[in-house]
């Protein structure tokens, strides 16, 4: 499968601490993206970091690439009990037109 | 919020009926895609199109069918639903480029 992989699969928190996600892949990318499942809702895109980048930020949002390794980080900052979500790395393979490879998802609990 | 749409949101249906999963954008995207998803576990792609009168095959595809015959319209149809088919249906769409997916609220099917 060239699916990514998630690390961990779960992650229960502090409101106010940081969490942090990680995810490897398989294949050489064109970019990695990060996005956001409500639960029983579809996915909501955060965030985009092209293969030629290694760091990117938004909001309280700090993503990391290293492409040596095949693998990216997504660190959330002062978490909020509206932050509970799942999120998933999705990778854009540098291998023709192929859609998107979505990871299995980090599963988050911020407790307030 | 996403211009994507899909109806119905919940469904409850009884074995061999076939069904039909409706997925519209306004947002004028070529791509389109259909997942499954059981909750709070990994997507799985069950077909996608890169434009009108082109459909391919994901990795869940081999009990629907799709077709593209309008931009914005990308239905999904089960032929004989069977209680395996229980899960959520999610439809997104993307336009070139960074492949960037903007997710509908998703179709949640209960066979019986």
């Known amino acids: 499968s060239q699916q990514g992989e998630e690390d961990p699969q779960a992650l229960s928190i502090q409101e106010g601490e940081n969490a942090t996600m990680n995810c490897s892949y398989k294949?050489?990318?064109?970019?990695l993206q990060w996005y956001r499942q409500n639960s029983g809702r579809g996915l909501v895109h955060l965030i985009l970091?092209?293969?030629?980048?290694r760091e990117k930020h938004s909001g309280r949002l700090r993503v990391t690439l290293d492409t040596s390794k095949k693998s990216s980080s997504l660190l959330i900052t002062a978490s909020r009990a509206a932050d509970t979500a799942s999120y998933f790395c999705a990778t854009d393979p540098n291998s023709g037109n192929t859609p998107l490879v979505f990871g299995k998802g980090t599963r988050l609990s911020v407790i307030a | 919020e996403a211009d994507i749409y899909q109806t119905p949101r919940y469904l409850v249906i009884g074995t061999g009926k076939k069904i039909t999963l409706e997925c519209s954008q306004t947002?004028?995207?070529?791509?389109m895609y259909w997942y499954q998803q059981d909750p709070g576990m990994e997507l799985h792609l069950i077909h996608y199109?890169?434009?009108?009168?082109?459909?391919e095959k994901g990795d869940l595809s081999s009990e629907s069918t799709v077709s593209r015959i309008r931009t914005e319209h990308f239905p999904l149809t089960l032929e004989s639903a069977r209680p395996s088919h229980t899960s959520q249906y999610l439809c997104?769409?993307?336009?070139?480029?960074?492949?960037?997916?903007?997710f509908g609220p998703g179709t949640r099917l209960t066979v019986l």
């Open positions: 997104a769409s993307s336009k070139g480029g960074y492949n960037e997916q903007f």
């Open positions: 970091i092209r293969s030629n980048e």
């Open positions: 294949t050489s990318i064109n970019n």
């Open positions: 199109s890169y434009g009108v009168n082109s459909t």
């Open positions: 947002m004028g995207h070529d791509k």
